[in-house]
């Protein structure tokens, strides 16, 4: 093998660079390629394949020391195979849309004090509970009680969900194709 055919890599969480072929290169390179791909979407993702990289760092660093024999493709392949294949965390159930349904207006009778409708509005706005209902109460004394007239609406039309856990389990399901 003559010195073409190896290459360094440095690897996330790692000060040395490892001595390896361009097949061991180009299977990493593959590897955390398809593993950015499975993680688009994912918040996390970044965080995910850095791990991943000092992961492979860690295996890299078990073996033999400075002036020792490149890491071959069939070794990185083994690393990779034991670290495993990569997938989001959440996989969509086959049939289901890419997105989440995301946030929805409801109000929620658990812990509610008249209906459930602030306790509705601040999960919809992630907000706490007692500021919206503060303001609820501030708004409808200024407005002159105009504001009770609109929050009796919401009372009847919106939909109900039953519990805060409920509404985030339904925010965060998938959306139906």
Same mark, same amino acid.
């Given at each position: 093998?003559?010195?073409?055919?190896?290459?360094?890599?440095?690897?996330?969480?790692?000060? $040395?660079?490892?001595?390896?072929?361009?097949?061991?290169?180009?299977?990493?390179?593959?590897?955390?390629?398809?593993?950015?791909?499975?993680?688009? @979407?994912? *918040?996390?993702?970044?965080?995910?394949? %850095?791990?991943?990289?000092?992961?492979? @760092?860690?295996?890299?660093?078990?073996? *033999?020391? /400075?002036?020792?024999?490149?890491?071959?493709?069939?070794?990185?392949?083994?690393?990779?195979?034991?670290? #495993?294949?990569?997938?989001? $965390?959440? *996989?969509? /159930?086959? #049939?289901?849309?890419?997105?989440? %349904? #995301?946030?929805?207006?409801?109000?929620?009778?658990?812990? #509610?004090? =008249?209906?459930?409708?602030?306790?509705? !509005?601040?999960?919809?706005?992630? =907000? %706490?509970?007692?500021?919206?209902?503060?303001?609820?109460? !501030?708004?409808?004394? =200024?407005?002159?009680? !105009?504001?009770?007239?609109?929050?009796?609406?919401?009372? =009847?039309?919106?939909?109900?969900? /039953?519990?805060?856990?409920?509404?985030?389990?339904?925010?965060?399901?998938?959306?139906?194709?």
């Amino acid at each position: 093998m003559t010195m073409d055919d190896s290459t360094a890599i440095r690897l996330t969480g790692h000060t $040395a660079a490892y001595p390896a072929t361009r097949e061991a290169y180009d299977a990493l390179r593959r590897y955390l390629d398809d593993a950015r791909r499975a993680l688009r @979407g994912d *918040p996390d993702a970044d965080e995910i394949v %850095r791990d991943l990289e000092a992961a492979v @760092g860690d295996r890299l660093s078990t073996l *033999p020391g /400075p002036g020792a024999a490149p890491v071959t493709g069939a070794r990185m392949t083994a690393i990779l195979a034991e670290l #495993g294949p990569v997938g989001p $965390a959440h *996989p969509a /159930p086959p #049939g289901v849309g890419a997105g989440v %349904r #995301g946030r929805f207006w409801c109000r929620i009778p658990e812990g #509610g004090w =008249f209906g459930g409708v602030c306790l509705g !509005l601040a999960a919809y706005g992630g =907000f %706490r509970v007692d500021w919206v209902r503060t303001v609820v109460l !501030l708004l409808t004394l =200024f407005t002159g009680g !105009l504001l009770a007239v609109a929050y009796l609406v919401l009372l =009847f039309v919106l939909p109900v969900v /039953p519990t805060v856990a409920d509404y985030e389990r339904r925010r965060d399901a998938p959306r139906p194709a």
